[in-house]
């Protein structure tokens, strides 16, 4: 009796357990409890409902498991005032909270925004039925890996020197990879990084490096603000938007790590603006990729464009009116501080108004139809 | 109706004290400003932890409580309201300590400026705080890199600030279209302003604007180059300072806690290094007295000029110009060599 309790015993152990890796061999490392979130520079939903965190103040990134959200539905999502409402919930002056980024599970369709408060904290905010509710981080299902730079990373261990900062500007999540976009606060530098997921103690680092020749001559090192992995034709690159205005593509299969990778400038999107946010959107023969930035309207740059300019910027323009790369259309979106698509076809905006009104809210879909 | 006899209750910015009448069931909720009755039900209590002992509630609020922000609290039938007034006397304002660089004269292709503060600053919307004026007082529209994450140190006390790249840099649609921020001369006076909007993670403001005046020059293209630095090497048997005379005005942030120096090529020499005479003299000063022996100063490739220039390449070149002194793939050391006999 005693052999046979024991056998069924061992028999349910085993057979749970092969149910949580078959279910999800992504979060077979994770582990519950306090994974030390002290900033949400950039947030991108990976599959199964892994929320990528990247968090510079703690040099790590973070994977959380919110995938036991309930589905639900967000299509008419509309919060006005949504740096009152934040405001209000925090007991802050409008003036001391900032919205870093928002992120859509496209399992379930759960908003997710990140806030920052001016003492420090940060504050994960789940959209509920058209108002908000708090994400605790200090007890999750969770793995991470950290964000230390390389070189510095030596120099703290051998010299115990102080780290160098590495902000995320972006954070994606593509085939089993998580790939991230920084800026430094010593050095003038673009680094780009790629890194296993599940971690792992791999990490590669690289810089991606542009001509950026829009009528010149010179390249540079700038950083990228914003970037999307998307598929053109049939292979898989890096669609960069740079913090002065180049819009580059990378082949993801050239970027090796430790090299300087030049990539393709394929659009500029206006002096004086710096992109915020890049997400593909549509279907298999209507297909876009729209831009959020920080001094022009919502772009939409059609899929079929960009696959058919071969060309790169680099060749100065010598004649007046020439084009400039790929082109596109400015929608009737301005201020568009934050995107996110949601479904496969519709987007979602956090855009302040012409009557100065912060809304949380679709995008119409008519407008990439 | 709520009455308006006040709950007996303390606060400070962490938290509420309210002393409970044990036979009624709690309903204890905060709102911000001064909310009536009518406006309670539309309007979102603030979020925070509510504990129970004995005699009392404990209400600790997700972030702390502002500074001259009203507050209503509700407790049961009782309405009532509270201020966190200025903090006290004893308590030192923000200000800027430092300005990185410091020389008032210096390249129109400046890259980088570093703030440092007292006390560590609210990282909110932080750029929105800093201007660049011209001469006459004008704000220079486009001329610092709108980041939305702060680029500060992690004791939150320095902050990194960049002048829009694109306008630096030779041949880019923005430097071409809008000129590049500063003036090699002519109109080239400006000031760095920081705005008393400016808080610290505590809310408190800075008393009065700062503002720092300088003048800029011809842009600088070159690399710095350590084989033309000086250098006055330390007495032997003491803690005397290694100093070296860069020649020009080095960048805050990529210089310090970027060089070592190693004896004998093994042993690293523990110690500060420090920067002075407006960043062009570096100064090592060891905590053990320095023996005999050789050493090595090792440099980091990426210690940069204030226009971005590193000691491995310049900020802006011409396509295929070849500027990497690793280009080649080689592993270029940059080291100055001493000897203490």
């Known amino acids: ?369 | 109706m709520l009455a308006q006899t006040s709950p007996d209750f303390t606060f400070d910015q962490t938290q509420i004290v309210l002393y409970r009448d044990t036979n009624k069931i709690d309903d204890f909720k905060i709102y911000r400003g001064q909310i009536t009755e009518s406006d309670l039900s539309t309007t979102n209590p603030i979020l925070g932890e509510i504990r129970e002992e004995d005699k009392r509630l404990h209400f600790f609020p997700l972030v702390p409580f502002t500074y001259n922000q009203e507050y209503t609290i509700v407790y049961e039938n009782i309405i009532d309201y509270f201020i966190i007034k200025t903090p006290p006397k004893s308590y030192k304002p923000l200000k800027v300590e430092a300005i990185y660089p410091s020389s008032k004269i210096l390249p129109s292709n400046i890259l980088k400026w570093y703030i440092q503060f007292s006390n560590p600053i609210s990282e909110v919307f932080v750029y929105n705080h800093i201007r660049f004026l011209n001469a006459v007082g004008d704000t220079i529209p486009r001329s610092i890199l709108p980041l939305e994450n702060a680029l500060i140190s992690d004791n939150g006390k320095l902050l990194t600030v960049w002048i829009e790249p694109g306008r630096q840099k030779r041949g880019l649609i923005p430097n071409t279209k809008l000129g590049p921020v500063f003036n090699k001369d002519g109109f080239n006076k400006y000031s760095l302003v920081v705005l008393k909007t400016l808080e610290d993670q505590n809310g408190v403001g800075m008393k009065k604007d700062f503002m720092h005046s300088f003048q800029t020059t011809i842009a600088d293209r070159n690399k710095p180059t350590i084989n033309s630095w000086n250098l006055i090497p330390p007495k032997i048997n003491s803690t005397s300072s290694l100093i070296i005379d860069c020649n020009e005005s080095l960048d805050y942030g990529s210089t310090l806690n970027n060089i070592s120096i190693l004896h004998n090529k093994e042993n690293e020499i523990q110690g500060t290094w420090k920067l002075s005479d407006h960043e062009t003299i570096l100064e090592f000063t060891p905590i053990y007295p320095w023996k005999k022996g050789i050493y090595h100063i090792v440099f980091s490739p990426k210690i940069e000029d204030l226009a971005g220039n590193s000691l491995e390449r310049l900020f802006d070149h011409k396509i295929n110009e070849l500027t990497d002194d690793n280009s080649s793939n080689s592993i270029y050391e940059y080291k100055i060599q001493f000897i203490l006999k």
């Open chain 1, 1 to 369: 009796m005693k052999t046979y309790l024991t056998s069924t015993i061992l028999s349910i152990f085993l057979f749970s357990t092969f149910t949580i890796q078959a279910n999800s061999s992504l979060k077979s490392d994770f582990k519950t409890g306090d994974p030390g979130i002290t900033s949400i520079n950039s947030m991108f939903f990976g599959p199964e409902g892994i929320l990528f965190i990247g968090d510079s103040k703690s040099a790590q990134i973070v994977a959380v498991d919110l995938s036991k959200h309930a589905k639900t539905d967000n299509s008419k999502v509309k919060i006005n005032q949504l740096d009152n409402l934040i405001a209000d919930m925090l007991g802050s002056k409008v003036d001391q909270i900032q919205i870093t980024d928002m992120a859509v599970n496209p399992e379930n369709n759960n908003i997710y925004l990140s806030i920052l408060h001016s003492s420090g904290k940060v504050v994960l905010l789940r959209v509920d039925n058209n108002t908000l509710k708090v994400v605790p981080l200090d007890n999750v299902s969770f793995s991470k890996t950290t964000l230390l730079d390389p070189v510095a990373k030596e120099a703290k261990d051998k010299r115990g020197r102080e780290l160098r900062k590495w902000a995320v500007a972006d954070i994606k999540y593509s085939s089993g990879k998580v790939l991230l976009s920084g800026l430094s606060n010593k050095e003038f530098a673009s680094t780009f990084r790629s890194i296993d997921f599940p971690f792992s103690k791999e990490q590669n680092y690289s810089s991606l490096e542009i001509y950026h020749a829009a009528h010149g001559k010179y390249e540079t090192h700038a950083p990228i603000k914003t970037f999307i992995p998307t598929k053109i034709k049939g292979n898989t690159h890096i669609v960069a938007g740079y913090t002065c205005t180049p819009l580059v593509v990378f082949p993801i299969n050239e970027i090796k790590p430790g090299k300087h990778n030049k990539g393709r400038t394929v659009a500029e999107l206006g002096s004086g603006n710096s992109p915020v946010d890049i997400i593909e959107i549509g279907s298999e023969d209507k297909h876009y990729l729209l831009i959020a930035n920080n001094n022009r309207p919502l772009m939409k740059m059609d899929f079929k464009d960009l696959e058919a300019y071969e060309d790169s910027l680099t060749t100065p323009v010598t004649k007046k009116g020439a084009a400039e790369g790929v082109s596109y259309v400015n929608l009737p979106f301005v201020n568009v501080q934050q995107l996110d698509k949601y479904g496969d076809t519709d987007f979602l905006m956090v855009q302040r108004e012409s009557n100065g009104n912060l809304a949380l809210k679709m995008g119409s879909s008519w407008w990439v139809k």
